[in-house]
């Protein structure tokens, strides 16, 4: 524990070890100190919670799917504010610290993400995705608002992700993987657009073609509950259509890809 306010770092996992040491290593090298680590687990049968438990973390197990696991990380945090953080995710070693300098401004921030292992085919392609879409939040204010821009904050003030999640449809908590961010940062756009912009914030670990083969099937079948959901004809089916490309040509045509 250290000085200023809780700072709480939730994690959703599953059979995550491959690259839950970077997510955590990422954590404990953060400039600001005072942080609980909450992974929520959703049973996994790797080593995963093993590895949080030697990192620190408090471990919870979750019954539901991704935004059950935000949902519940954020009702067994304590801190005043909450992070936001994958598996495949490293935070850059600054940024809880310059996010908190920047919360007397802001209720929220997305932040901007760079590629961990830039290298190799399917990498580039999410390296140069990445570019175009932070070009695009720095130029354009409707890049923040939902269903138009293409980022979901992940730092929250606490009362504003309680009053979101108060506004969820109960019923498709349990169920909803992909679009979580998306629904959650909807909501809390609704109650406040004090929103900013965290820059050089945070790294994917990019995955393979096996993982990303693996992980898009996952998204696709989760989104039966989605388009049952009011979320679908309000913003999300407008966001989930059509191609979209950017400057410079060459990394426009990659994010393209």
């Known amino acids: 524990m250290g000085a200023g306010p809780l700072v709480s770092v939730t994690i959703p996992s599953f059979n995550a070890e491959r690259t839950l040491p970077l997510c955590l290593e990422g954590i404990s090298r953060q400039s600001y100190r005072n942080l609980e680590i909450i992974l929520v687990d959703s049973y996994s049968t790797d080593r995963t919670r093993e590895i949080a438990e030697d990192f620190g973390a408090r471990v919870v197990l979750c019954e539901g799917k991704l935004l059950a696991a935000r949902f519940l990380g954020l009702r067994e945090s304590r801190g005043d504010f909450i992070v936001f953080v994958d598996t495949d995710q490293v935070l850059e070693a600054t940024a809880i610290e310059r996010a908190l300098g920047m919360m007397e401004t802001y209720d929220m921030l997305l932040f901007e993400e760079h590629s961990y292992n830039p290298r190799g085919f399917i990498p580039r392609l999410y390296q140069a995705s990445k570019e175009i879409i932070n070009r695009k939040l720095r130029s354009s204010p409707s890049a923040l608002k939902p269903g138009e821009g293409f980022g979901a904050a992940r730092f929250f003030k606490r009362y504003l992700l309680e009053r979101a999640f108060e506004a969820i449809p109960s019923e498709i908590i349990p169920q909803v993987i992909h679009y979580d961010h998306d629904i959650i940062y909807y909501e809390s756009y609704r109650v406040s657009q004090k929103v900013g912009i965290l820059r050089d914030a945070i790294y994917h670990i990019e995955p393979d073609l096996k993982k990303l083969w ?44």
């Open 214 to 257: 693996r992980t898009n099937i996952r998204y696709g079948a989760s989104l039966k509950t989605v388009k049952k959901s009011p979320y679908w004809d309000e913003f999300l089916k407008r966001r989930g259509s059509g191609f979209w490309f950017g400057k410079p040509v060459k990394e426009g045509i990659l994010a393209f890809l």
